[in-house]
């Protein structure tokens, strides 16, 4: 079936033969004849690259109103990205997805400003303005973009310093939900040889949901980035350096659970619905980090230099140098509930360094690059914790909304906090949980033990990871005729690391925790250990001869001493390589076949001590990797106004990475085998300089083929997405109207690897069962479209716009954090945004 249907898709081509890489066409006019990428590292029309490449050209930015990834990802087929916050980002290309934020974790899908590496999830995501394109090539990559190119790359090229011209810009904006937004570049030549750019952006959003229980409402927008460059040259050496900043300080995300009505925390009374896309009632616990409030307090910044010697006809030099790091403290309400059950956060922090250098050949039919790099990166990333132990046990009895002491409360209206601080309730469940074990509690121990329960018990862990990476590579491309030519490319990796791993229980043993260790232990040891708990003070002995209790966690073990570092390092490396043929039927015309392997470099991972200051435990994942095979065609028709582009594609996977849940924890495993195989195209149409018309289309069946998980899809991944739309502009009096529609849409997808499948959510690889299939987003449209008027020489606009017109009920995550409690969360997608917005460019000639 799966043969099958790749050659059904890789006879389609004609067909149905789309154009992403073409869609800066529109910004020429309609020739496209100057179009060019760089996705071989080396210049060229889109047409002669014989991989499946997306380009989205700064005219298309501004038309569509593009402000950031997930935003650009819509109309390229085969590409998404989910934006929980600018902290939490996922990119997801042809069903695989990078987005951990662990510090030794490898990413699959590199994204790149300028060809400088800023794959690190936390360090991601950033804005996209003064843009000059952004390039996605699909497939693997890791010989043309480097170790972390799996599955793909993004490269962000920003706008550089122009020696020709002097140049001003700027644009204002504000819509509904208090949205407002500014941005401005100038760009002035020093004298023939030197160049200066700046650019900058601040924009802002009140949160579109509501805070039930008062102060700021959750997600929503704050951010600040600029960017200076230089450009100077000297004979056949230029030079550009770049430096980037920017800071986000949006409120929480609100991980909303939907299981639970929205209560007032103090009264009880139900203040809210439960509907995935409304308001939600949620705090953090009382005295987290310091008293610090929901929501993200993240930086990044970077500096680059890139230098390009010709040193002759045939031989260009480019070194390339790179400093980045990036800071984020991120407190989130992890349960989805007014009960502060879990308070979570994340404080990740990283840095590299990074050069690499590429001599590139051209003489006659022969292109060729060689180069080498060196990386070096340092990272760790704090994960503190707060549980209110009493209410962690009211869920673990399935009875938060008191169990019936309340008479006739649903199941669905948590109790009052004020009922879980009586020892005779948390008494009564102690003695159901321990019955659950077959273990009978008297009434007695029962509440003593439960009167030791802590409302704030604080535990943290924290993993760290130096990696140290030198790779060589190189590519040949040989044109054979006129019309043939043959490309093979090789990359070799090798990777010196070390991770690290810390825990500790910060305010003394959970209680909580204790008694459910107790209760798997052999009797005399279990019934010493439910003794020592119910010592009044038992969360605050420290461990004796006398007092022999461990240190126990709830949700992590701490490691030897209570905090103690452990270390373990790995060394390993390895190829990936791809080799390509093209026919050029004609000079705008190309059909390719590739074959490329794969490799995302080994992880050593780290998790937490199985036991109460037991050792880490480290375990080294292999290298994942996948063999690619692709059939595309690529042609523009119509004097290059008309530009088709597809391909088809069959991937295998060995060593595929997982997350899978142990107990409370998130775990990176490897599920072994699986495969995907699809097709994605698009089609342009620029019949004038007054109408652009493009659509596109992906199909990917992505599965699991080994395994408990055999047959589920990959998360993220829909089956089917699609867009289209049009970009119009219609003389009127002394200017223009312009008219930008658009649709995208997207079939059904599931947030996790395990589709959210009961059977793989029970007790002991669950502490909760969930017994649910809800953490599903079905298929669903958004509407967009911009309306204005601009001057006729494009000075200035005004437009209208407004973003998902209908106002469609969309989730864009489920499950998070809360799984481990089974809460999980839901996190609401963009309502109907509109607004209005003013914008101008001037310049002239040097």
């Known amino acids: 079936m799966k043969t099958r249907a790749f050659a059904l ?88 997805t990078s ?107 009140d949160g579109y949901v509501e805070n039930l229980l008062g102060g700021a409402d959750f997600n929503s927008v704050d951010t600040r980035a600029v960017r200076g460059s230089f ?25 909303k659970s939907i299981a639970y009505s929205p209560t007032d925390p103090a009264t009880g009374a139900v203040i809210g619905t439960r509907g995935r896309n409304s308001a939600a009632a949620l705090a953090p616990g009382a005295g987290f980090e310091g008293g610090k409030g929901l929501g993200l307090d993240r930086q990044v910044w970077g500096v680059t230099g890139i230098a390009n010697l010709e040193i002759s006809d045939r031989f260009t030099l480019t070194s390339t140098t790179a400093y980045r790091r990036f800071d984020a403290l991120e407190i989130f309400d992890a349960d989805g509930l007014s009960l502060p059950i879990l308070t979570a956060g994340e404080d990740a922090r990283g840095q590299q360094t990074s050069q690499d250098f590429r001599l590139t050949f051209e003489d006659g039919p022969i292109t060729a690059v060689l180069g080498g790099s060196y990386f070096h990166e340092t990272g760790t990333q704090r994960t503190p914790a707060q549980f209110d132990e009493r209410m962690v046990l009211g869920r673990l009895a399935g009875v938060l909304n008191g169990g019936g002491v309340i008479p006739g409360r649903p199941a669905t209206d948590p109790a009052p906090a ?6 005779a309730f948390t008494g009564a469940l102690l003695q159901g949980v321990a019955a659950s074990y077959g273990v009978p509690l ?154 490329a392997r794969g490799r995302r470099p080994a992880v050593l991972s780290a998790s937490a001590p199985s036991t109460p200051t037991g050792p880490t435990r480290f375990s080294v994942l292999d290298p994942e990797t996948v063999d690619s095979f692709e ?25 595929f990475q997982t997350t899978v849940q142990q107990g409370t924890q998130f775990v990176l495993t490897n599920a072994g085998k699986a495969e995907s195989y699809g097709f994605e195209g698009q089609v342009r149409w620029v019949p004038s300089d007054a109408l652009t018309l493009f659509a596109n289309y992906a199909w990917n069946h992505s599965r699991f083929k080994a395994g408990v998980r055999e047959g589920n899809r990959f998360r993220l991944s829909p089956d089917h997405s699609a867009s289209f739309g049009a970009m119009a502009s219609l003389p009127a009096g002394p200017g223009r109207v312009v008219f930008t529609p658009s649709v995208t849409w997207q079939s059904k997808v599931f947030f996790d690897d395990d589709n959210d ?16 299939q ?73």
């Open 631 to 655: 059939l595309g065609a690529k042609t523009a028709l119509m004097n290059r106004t008309l530009f088709l582009d597809g391909a088809a594609f069959f991937y295998q996977y060995d060593n």
């Open 99 to 205: 987005d951990s934020g662990t510090a030794f974790n490898e990413p699959r899908v590199s994204v790149f400003q300028d060809g400088v590496s800023i794959s690190k999830s936390r360090g991601s995501y950033v804005e996209l303005f003064d843009i000059e394109r952004v390039e996605i090539a699909k497939g693997p990559q890791s010989t043309l973009y480097g170790r972390g190119a799996l599955i793909g790359a993004v490269n962000v090229i920003q706008n550089k310093a122009r020696l020709d011209r002097y140049e001003v810009a700027g644009e204002a904006s504000y819509g509904n939900y208090d949205a407002w937004s500014v941005e401005g570049m100038a760009n002035a030549p020093l004298n023939d040889d030197m160049a200066v750019r700046v650019a900058g952006r601040i924009r802002k959003r």
């Open 418 to 423: 004020a009922l879980f601080s009586s020892p």
């Open 231 to 255: 450009h100077g040259r000297s004979g056949g050496l230029t030079f550009d350096l770049i430096g980037n900043y920017q800071k986000d300080t949006p409120n929480g995300t609100a991980f």
């Open 442 to 595: 008297s009434a007695a121990q029962a509440q003593a033990i439960g009167a030791n329960l802590k409302p704030t018990h604080l535990e943290t862990s924290t993993n760290g990871a130096t990696t140290r990476a030198f790779d060589v590579f190189g590519d040949v491309t040989i044109r054979v005729t006129d019309s043939f030519e043959i490309d093979g490319g090789l990359r070799y990796s090798h990777d010196d690391k070390t991770s690290t791993f810390s825990s500790a229980v910060v305010n003394g043993r959970s209680v909580l925790g204790g008694l459910i260790g107790a209760l798997s232990q052999p009797a005399a040891v279990r019934t010493a250990l439910l003794q020592a708990l119910a010592v009044p003070g038992a969360a605050s002995i420290p461990p004796s001869a006398a007092y022999p209790v461990p240190l126990f966690g709830l949700g992590t073990q701490p490691t030897a001493g209570n905090g103690g570092v452990d270390e373990d390092s790995l060394k390993n490396g390895g190829f990936s390589w791809r080799l390509s043929a093209r026919y050029a039927p004609g000079a705008d015309s190309s059909i390719y076949a590739t074959y």
């Open 9 to 96: 898709a890789a006879v389609s081509l004609p067909a149905l033969l789309p154009a992403m890489a073409q869609a800066q066409a529109a910004s020429t006019g309609g020739g496209g004849s100057d179009i060019i990428v760089t996705a071989q590292l080396r210049e060229q029309d889109p047409i002669e690259v014989p991989i499946t490449l997306s380009m989205v050209g700064e005219r298309d930015l501004d038309r569509l109103g593009i402000d950031e990834f997930d935003e650009l990802s819509r109309y390229v087929p085969g590409f998404k990205v989910q934006n929980q916050s600018p902290n939490n980002p996922g990119f997801v290309m042809r069903g695989i």
């Open 774 to 846: 809800d953490e599903v987003q079905g298929g669903y449209a958004l509407v967009n479209a911009r309306l204005g008027y601009e001057a006729a020489d494009g000075g200035w606009r005004v437009e209208g716009f407004i973003e998902n017109a209908f106002d469609k009920k969309y989730i864009m995550d489920a499950g998070n954090t809360g799984d481990s409690l089974g809460l999980p969360t839901f996190i609401a997608g963009a309502p109907r945004f509109y607004g209005i917005s003013a914008s101008f460019r001037f310049g002239a000639d040097k």
């Open 757 to 772: 499948r009961p059977d793989l959510q029970q007790p002991p690889a669950a502490l909760v069962a969930d017994n649910l």
